[in-house]
């Protein structure tokens, strides 16, 4: 079977099974999270730090070895007989132990099961964050392809109120009463919305394509994508639909009356206003402090490091101290070399404890205690440097949402005295009382607006969910 046939069934099966064609955004936040190579390499990195924990508990186990020898010389030689007083000689010599050892006292791996236990949470909250920035990642792109779809939407219909233009025009030149130049000025400007809606054509196959990256799943199947969803649902999320109504009585922002002079002058009064956080009382914006605190997986991930260097520390200051261990041992002549061939051995039991310690080793130990504890010191700088850089996120977070608030109920209030106008130049464009240019202009400045609405809608959204993500409430 030709191999891109082979890849068509199987994308063909794999669409029929994940249901591309009214996808929601938590349909493709179910599956980024089952399919997405980065979250599923971090998952198997947890897997294999759980794997080393209990390693580390293994090794405080009995463990149980068998070992057989045998020895062969060309002179004979003398062996000794543990129970007994001859020394009888032979060419060769045999060896059969079977031992069980048991650790009972290990600073090694006391404290390497206690780092082994604190490393698998590292990695598990590494997965936390993994999944963090995925979900991140995921709903950005999703409204970034809605965000291209609407903009070329809005450029279809630029070109076609400009191509009513042209022919309003190029029926003025039939008549005698408009000039090839005239006519020539609507030509360019339907070439040039043609060339723009190509472009952002180009744009928003690049926001499929790096949506379905996202989601992990064959490329193949980005022709079938279609979004569930038609427009930016702001006012469906209740922290947005709350803050807006907030800025519209602060600000006198109405997108269904038409605004008065007054009311722009008002406006461009308040500017000043925006260089701080009026949005957000004190006691919010601590409350996004600690829960970035206490949830954010990278941050929490970092907080463990400094434990598990502390577990280095106390690792190295455990070479000061013994090691004991025990064992059972039934083996032919314990560990000696007797005459007796395999299979024909007399087997006896024994046991006992070792005890070794290191009584100077020329300052090793100093050496390297010194170095697990600037280790250590280094791991807390490093969790308060990255906790830093966190709450400088969450402030730049509120300032970009409350930003992406005011500009998105500016634009929306643009976009309704933008309609207003392109209609009252239609109307006055049938009856010739302005020139195809005027209403060029206000079909242009529509367009600009509702393009500039889209965007500070994508862009609203894009900010609440960067703010999910600097708190980590969704890595949970």
Known sequence: MDKTVFLLIVAARLFGELGLR?????????????????????????????????????????????????????KKEIFFDVFSTQFPSSHRGYSSILQLNQPIFSTDLLFGLKAKNLEAEVYSYAQADTKNELLRAVRDRYYA????????????????????????????LDAGSATPFEVNQSKVSVANAISTYYATLQRLKNARNAFILTLGIDPLLEPEIRLQERSMPIEAIPELAAKLGSLNEQYHYRSDTFPTT????????????????????????????????SLRPDLLARKLQVDVAQQNVNTKIGTYFPKISGYVRYSYNDVELGTRPFFREPYDWSAGIVLSWNLFDSMLREHEVREARSVRSASQISYEKEWQRIEVEIYNGLYQLEEAMLTYLSATQAVYVAEQAREQAGDKLRFGRIAPLEYRDSVNQLAQSRNQQNQASFDLLAAYYELRYATGVDAK
């Open 22 to 74: 009214d996808l929601s955004l938590a349909e493709a936040e179910r599956i980024a999270l089952e399919y997405n190579k980065n979250l599923l390499i971090a998952r198997e990195g947890t897997e294999q730090a759980e794997e080393r924990k209990l390693q580390a508990v293994s090794r405080w186990l009995p463990s149980i070895g068998y070992r057989a020898e045998f020895h062969d010389i060309d």
């Open 145 to 172: 392809v809605m965000l291209y779809e609407k903009a070329l939407s809005i450029e279809r219909e630029n070109i076609d109120y400009l191509a009513y233009a042209l022919e309003q025009e190029q029926g003025k």
């Open 262 to 293: 007054a009311d722009f002058l008002d406006r461009i009064d308040r500017l000043e206003r925006a260089r701080s956080l009026t949005l957000f009382t004190p006691d919010e914006v601590q409350r996004y402090l600690d829960l970035a605190l």
